[in-house]
């Protein structure tokens, strides 16, 4: 069974671009949860879909939406980038269960703004 | 503001040593789960403890969730190698499907 894959995995941007990077959960899973992970901040969730519904949010701000399609393949967008946004964007899909949720993790998408 | 606060930060042990780490909060958590992370990957799911009090074994790790649901601690016996990388925990608020992550622990075992 294939695992979780992301793309792009690196890319680079400058200041006030706009990014989008995709996901393709595991076949038969309904909830794409969305991570950012930085040195100084940890791994840190930014919203998770189910059935193509946003589900649940982090504090993030406006600038970072995603959303989930029929396929349950996902994709984020930040736009108007800024420095601050440089991180490793990971991406976890499950079948969406409530307290054992297995979440299985993608490699990540590398983002560097410059 | 970080919920959950992991320690040791960073450990270097040799192998064949035992180690805990353990993963505070002031929250109450429905379900925590550990993960480890290695360079280039995303984190892999090793145990989910959902019970208070609740102790799961895995090989040479064993987990504990406290049992007031707020604190859990990983014990690695006799370290090995291969047992190197980014450890965190996970804990599931009440009613939500909201993860909030650790600070992580980076453990280096050498040979």
């Known amino acids: 069974k294939a695992g979780v894959t992301q793309t792009p995995r690196y890319l680079i941007k400058t200041r006030g671009q706009q990014v989008t990077l995709s996901c393709s959960p595991i076949s038969g899973h309904r909830s794409v949860s969305w991570y950012q992970q930085t040195p100084g901040q940890g791994l840190q969730f930014l919203f998770e879909y189910f059935s193509e519904t946003q589900r649940n949010k982090g504090n993030f701000p406006g600038r970072f939406s995603g959303r989930q399609f029929s396929n349950s393949r996902s994709e984020m967008n930040v736009s108007t980038l800024e420095l601050g946004d440089s991180a490793l964007y990971l991406c976890?899909?499950?079948?969406?269960?409530?307290?054992?949720?297995?979440?299985?993790f993608g490699p990540g998408t590398r983002l560097t703004v410059l | 503001t970080q919920l959950l606060e992991q320690s040791p930060q960073f450990l270097s042990i040799q192998e064949g040593e035992n180690l805990t780490v353990y993963c505070n909060s002031s929250?109450?958590?429905?379900?925590l789960q550990w993960y480890r992370q290695e360079p280039g990957e995303g984190p892999v799911l090793l145990v989910t403890?959902?019970?208070?009090?609740e102790v799961k074994k895995l090989k040479r790790l064993t987990f504990q969730f406290g049992d007031a649901r707020k604190d859990s601690s990983l014990h690695i016996t006799a370290a090995q190698p291969g047992d190197t990388g980014l450890y965190l925990c996970a804990g599931l608020f009440s009613g939500t499907y909201k993860y909030i992550f650790g600070t992580g622990t980076r453990l280096k075992v050498l040979a």
């Open positions: 403890v959902v019970t208070g009090g």
């Open positions: 929250s109450v958590f429905s379900s």
């Open positions: 976890a899909s499950s079948l969406g269960d409530y307290l054992y949720n297995e979440q299985f």
